[in-house]
């Protein structure tokens, strides 16, 4: 679990050496300031993808109910990094929005993003990334799929809401 100061921390980085998993919930960090400009997210090659739990950073969003970890600007997931949102929500207001080559897993809540132009999630940004939902809704302007030669993306909907609300561009 994070408290307030580490929360400040995750403000630029969240990287570690082993496999850690950094836990927002009702119980860790004050609600009503969980708000940050940045977030990026990385493990070893051998992270998402690899055996399980192996050089993977994990943020967990977890049973936060309707408060949300607010980011103003951008997420950034790389290789061994990975975000879960279970019964939270996480809203990206910038223009940065989500670039993704870890993995992201919506199993219930919700993951919001601002109409700001240029905001967009991207799966396979430079790099594989996965967005896996199971439950609940992911609202976003605009999602690219595989953007570059050198990536690959995949993109499963088992439950829950995929809408594209906005214009993006």
Not at 7 to 35: E, R, Y
Not at 86 to 112: A, F, K
Not at 120 to 127: E, H, I, Q
Not at 130 to 147: A, F, M, R, V, Y
Request: aromatic letters at 2%.
């Amino acid at each position: 679990s994070i408290n307030q100061s580490v929360l400040t921390i995750a403000n630029g980085f969240i990287l570690f050496q082993t496999s850690k998993t950094i836990t927002f919930d009702t119980q860790s960090v004050s609600l009503a300031s969980a708000t940050v400009s940045n977030i990026f997210i990385a493990g070893s090659s051998s992270g998402v993808g690899g055996p399980p739990n192996v050089g993977t950073n994990i943020l967990l969003l977890s049973n936060t109910g309707t408060t949300a970890l607010h980011i103003l600007n951008s997420l950034s997931i790389s290789n061994g990094g990975a975000v879960r949102v279970t019964n939270s929500v996480l809203l990206v207001n910038g223009p940065g929005g989500v670039q993704d080559d870890g993995e992201i897993r919506l199993d219930s809540g919700s993951i919001v993003f601002s109409n700001a132009a240029g905001s967009r999630l991207t799966v396979g940004n430079k790099a594989p990334g996965t967005l896996i939902i199971s439950n609940g809704t992911l609202i976003c302007p605009s999602l690219d799929i595989g953007k570059t030669n050198a990536s690959s993306a995949t993109v499963r909907l088992a439950g829950g809401t995929l809408s594209l609300a906005g214009t993006g561009s």
